[in-house]
């Protein structure tokens, strides 16, 4: 497993780049062509780089993307990559570029020429989350080498870049979890590396099978009781604004955001078992999870002045003597009684009594639910977007435009009642899953049942998003870490206190 190495910022010194080794990158505004750095560049390299703007090739490049020379006469470089980024470019599109130096990134670093570009910081935090490496090779790969990058202002650069240091720590902790092998994570495994968090500051609490009997989650046990990893429920609170002034001038605790993550280590699908084929991915089944575990890191590594309370609750889904049954009847903490038509919705089980939970203890102001829950909002969406359902479409809007903001894809998804009898059940309250059509709909209209009415509330589906076939912008092929991002921007637009 492979960080990328801290990016250093400097000053930019036009005397230092014909000497540099590995990798040359300069931000290039193509409205505005080189600059000072840019044209002593060009001047060492004999007029490549002119030449390469005057190209067609670069005439159509995007935003974020890269033009390279290989191996340019007159520097020690292997390779000058001009990148286009207009100075007025957005976040994602500074990402973008940033990705395109990582892509790229070698033993020998890179020298990222940014001269005054406002979006400098932007730049290297994509660098960084395009880094990121994660496998089990028992052959050595070699390191990234140092990665500089020249500004006109560094110190004020680094400031801003501060805090895109705690987030992309949250990303790393969410992908790190999501490609573990259930083998290495299991539910004790992932418990322990959350409570080892109460070094950043977090409250955590590790509920064990006999509390969770004792306070009647039998939808969730029921889950786990076929596995030999026991089941947990892991609480971990981040206190940032303990207390606010209600109208009376008293000071009163603060509601907090609740974030509910779906943790099945492992899902085989129970007793209605899965295919083989493909079945090694359900290692990500605890992809919710992972992402709250990553927002609550976030969090209390910027020590955000909110208050969050993050709930997961952990089981692996087996099929041996023990295991829940097709047509079984479980209650949940709710008190509702749940027909389990197929052992494959385990999901659903988990997050309801999780769910209930949060708000029976601690009344949030709001609350969102992250879980790859089905295939079939990648039937409906593909890998391009998450599916957002909710009870509140103020409150989905805020999430939306937090994603939107951050360059994760999401999509609102609809939530009406007209689904609610395909999970009608004949012997139960409610039964687990509603057949084919509509699946992620009727999944998120069973979960809608243990939110109370006064409750904001999202569920978000983050199947498709959270270990897409293929690699990103912002990440190699593996897990993307989708939602901290998000979800970190959401507290600091909607749950911090505006300065002033």
């Known amino acids: 497993m492979t960080h990328p190495v ?11 780049l014909a000497a540099r080794e590995g990798a040359i990158a300069l931000l290039v505004d193509p409205g505005a062509g080189l600059g000072a750095a840019g044209r002593r560049l060009d001047k060492l390299a004999r007029g490549a780089l002119s030449r390469a703007l005057a190209s067609e090739a670069w005439g159509k490049a995007k935003p974020g993307e890269a033009l390279e020379i290989g191996y340019p006469a007159g520097l020690a470089a292997e390779r000058v990559m001009l990148i286009a980024l207009p100075r007025r470019a957005g976040v994602e599109q500074a990402r973008k570029a940033g990705a395109a130096v990582a892509k790229g990134l070698g033993p020998k670093g890179a020298l990222i020429v940014a001269e005054g570009h406002p979006r400098a910081a932007e730049v290297a935090f994509g660098l960084a989350l395009r880094a990121y490496r994660f496998d089990y090779h028992t052959a050595e790969k070699p390191g990234f080498g140092p990665v500089e990058m020249m500004v006109a202002k560094p110190e004020e650069v680094a400031r801003r870049a501060a805090p895109h240091a705690a987030l992309a720590e949250g990303v790393f902790f969410t992908r790190d979890l999501v490609n573990e092998p259930a083998n290495i994570l299991t539910t004790d495994d992932f418990a322990a590396r959350l409570a080892a968090m109460q070094e950043l500051g977090l409250e955590v609490e590790i509920l064990e099978e006999a509390e969770l009997e004792r306070l009647g989650m039998r939808a969730l046990l029921g889950v786990g009781q076929g596995s030999a990893s026991p089941s947990k429920v892991v609480v971990m609170q981040w206190k940032g604004l303990p207390e606010e002034e209600d109208s009376c001038g008293v000071a009163r605790p603060v509601a907090p955001l609740a974030l509910v993550g779906k943790g099945v280590c492992f899902d085989t699908g129970g007793i209605s078992i899965k295919p083989a084929a493909g079945m090694e991915e359900m290692t990500m089944d605890m992809g919710g999870a992972a992402v709250v575990a990553g927002v609550m890191r976030t969090l209390a590594l910027r ?183 998000t979800l970190d921007r959401l507290v600091r637009e909607r749950f911090e206190p505006k300065e002033g």
Request: glycine share 10%; proline share 6%.
């Open 6 to 16: 801290a990016i250093q910022f400097r000053e930019t010194d036009p005397a230092a």
């Open 303 to 485: 020590k955000a002045r909110a208050n969050v309370v993050g709930l997961v609750g952990l089981v692996e889904n087996m099929p041996d003597g023990a295991a829940q049954r097709p047509g079984d009847i479980v209650k949940s903490m709710k008190g509702d009684t749940i027909e389990v038509i197929n052992t494959d919705a385990e999901g659903r089980l988990v997050l309801a009594d999780v769910l209930w939970y949060a708000q029976e203890r601690f009344a949030p102001a709001a609350m969102i639910d992250l879980a790859t829950l089905t295939g079939a909002i990648i039937v409906a969406l593909g890998h391009e977007h998450a599916g957002v359902f909710t009870n509140d479409d103020g409150f989905a809007h805020e999430v939306l435009k937090a994603a939107k903001a951050e360059g994760e894809g999401a999509w609102p998804m609809p939530l009406t009642p007209a689904y609610d009898p395909l999970i009608k059940s004949r012997l139960a309250d409610i039964k687990n899953t509603g057949g084919r059509w509509g699946g992620s709909i009727t999944a998120a209209a069973f979960l809608k049942r243990f939110v109370k009415d006064e409750t904001p509330w999202c569920h978000i589906d983050i199947a498709g998003v959270a270990l897409p076939p293929g690699e990103t912008t912002l990440a190699p092929k593996g897990a993307t870490g989708w939602g901290v991002m």
